[in-house]
Nanobody, 121 residues
């Protein structure tokens, strides 16, 4: 079975930093096709940062230059380093995974429980 468990959320002031962690387990998954999503109250879920099938990373324009996705494959951990946080970053953050196709990722069907990030003005 595939399991993802997030941690590291919390409350910070504008300009602060947080590191989110995600423990990933599941023998059927590779280290690719994993990423972070977020959802704020009243907003649709959005992609934040992804590790694509070819191991490249993609970032949402809203956080580009401020967030960094990384992983420690030996420990099966996924991270999201968040710097220069803004109130609009306030959301529940989820790590997720998809099955890897030959060239592309499948749909993101495996999800963690979410961790809350709150950024105050």
């Amino acid at each position: 079975q595939v399991r993802l468990v997030e941690s590291g959320g919390g409350s910070v002031q504008t300009g602060g930093s947080l590191r989110l962690s995600c423990a990933v387990s599941g023998k059927t998954l590779s280290s690719r096709c994993v990423g972070w999503f977020r959802q704020a109250p009243g907003k649709e879920r959005e992609e934040v940062a992804l590790i694509e099938r070819d191991a490249t990373t993609t970032y949402a324009d809203s956080i580009k230059g401020r967030f960094t996705i990384s992983q420690d494959n030996a420990k099966s951990m996924l991270y999201l380093h968040m710097n220069s946080l803004k109130p609009e970053d306030t959301a529940t953050y989820f790590c997720a995974a998809a099955k890897s196709g030959r060239y592309n990722c499948g749909t993101y069907e495996y999800w963690g429980q979410g961790t809350q990030v709150t950024v105050s003005s």
